[in-house]
């Protein structure tokens, strides 16, 4: 195994000395510059989010029951029973 890993370095070491070719485009010092800018944008983004998230006083309301009617039906009800017709509806 030791030589195995031998070879295979001894042939990668010619790729790491070899000059860098002026004719490829790197992002350099401005790629830099914005991919750090984005990055910054973002953790600022998230921490003011988590502050506003913070300031939220949220309540949840209980659960609903089977036995309680939801209030339409118990205002169809009452209405059925007094013999008096939606607010929406003529008569004539």
Known sequence: MNATFGT?????????????DENKVTPGLLGFVIFAL?????????KNMNKQFKKIDFEEQPQRT?????RSERAEAASAASGSEGPGSRKG
Do not use: H, R, T, Y
Request: no cysteine; proline share 7%.
């Open 8 to 20: 295979a370095a001894a042939q990668l070491v010619p790729l790491a000395a070899k000059d860098l």
């Open 38 to 46: 984005i990055g910054f944008s973002l953790w600022w983004l998230m």
């Open 66 to 70: 089977e036995q309680s009617e939801p």
